[in-house]
């Protein structure tokens, strides 16, 4: 382990005992132990944040967040993990830190969305896209795209993605409390704008992106169910996950099948 990150990996297990520091990352579960994995804020190396999957604190976390999406955990304790387990932990996992610690303590948990991104202008390779604000109208080059793509009460380009020639933007169109996001892709060529999705997505604002050359973007988030619905339903949807995927030339799809 590199000394930067055993700095960092003490610091972390200090500061999160002292002071029950928030402690997230994107989770992965497994038969005996699950995870999240987040970058260290101060080396940037990735870290490993283990627990036991049927422990108080596993079902707990597992109760309120799920896999392939950002977990949030407002207090929680921590301590350093063995060597031996280090090493137990390292087989189990296709996602492999710079280091592990482990979850002893977790409180105030939840899923939450990233919060990379989400800009008004973008510099893409193919030109400038930017967000007219007072009509959250999409532009590239300064001139409305065609098809139109307008926002709700607001329009952010979520992520930026290089695949092959083309750039692949996710947009998030924001809406009120019934439903409060809907996102669409877009694809910009050197020629200009060659592709648009459908509008897709639960309504729910919690999503988590992630990227491969060889199948293209894929957005995982959560279900939603709106204010006016029975609680039952509302926190029955926030634990199912719908993913969707997108490339340069198939079709959008939701797990699995094509949306239309």
Same mark, same amino acid.
């Given at each position: 382990?590199?000394?930067?990150?055993?700095?960092?990996l003490a610091t972390l297990c200090l500061a999160s005992l002292a002071t029950a520091e928030v402690t997230q990352g994107?989770?992965?579960k497994g038969p005996a132990y699950s995870a999240l994995f987040s970058a260290s804020p101060e080396s940037g190396d990735l870290i490993g944040f283990a627990f036991k999957t049927q422990s108080t604190v596993g079902r707990a976390i597992l109760q309120s967040c799920l896999p392939g999406l950002l977990c949030k955990i407002e207090k929680s304790a921590t301590r350093p993990v063995s060597d031996a387990l280090s090493d137990t932990l390292g087989q189990k996992f296709a996602t492999q830190p710079a280091?592990?610690?482990e979850i002893t303590q977790a409180r105030n948990i939840g899923m939450a969305p990233v919060v990379f991104g989400y800009e008004k202008t973008l510099k893409t390779r193919h030109g400038m896209v930017s967000v007219r604000e007072e009509d959250n109208t999409l532009l590239l080059k300064g001139k409305p795209i065609k098809p139109a793509i307008e926002g709700n009460s607001g329009l952010d380009i979520v992520a930026n993605y290089e695949? @092959?020639?083309?750039?692949?933007?996710l947009l998030q169109s924001s809406g009120g409390t019934a439903?409060?996001?809907l996102f669409r892709f877009v694809n910009i060529s050197p020629g200009g704008v060659l592709r648009v999705s459908p509008e897709f997505g639960t309504c729910s604002d919690i999503i988590y992106p992630t990227f491969d050359s060889k199948v293209g973007v894929t957005v995982a988030m959560v279900g939603f169910? @709106?204010?006016?619905?029975?609680i039952a339903d509302r926190k029955k949807a926030a634990m199912t996950k719908a993913v969707y995927r997108w490339n340069v030339q198939g079709p959008l799809s939701e797990n699995g099948k094509p949306v239309r």
């Open positions: 382990m590199k000394k930067t990150t055993a700095v960092a994107v989770l992965e280091g592990w610690i695949l @092959g020639a083309i750039d692949v933007l439903c409060p996001a169910r @709106g204010p006016f619905e029975p």
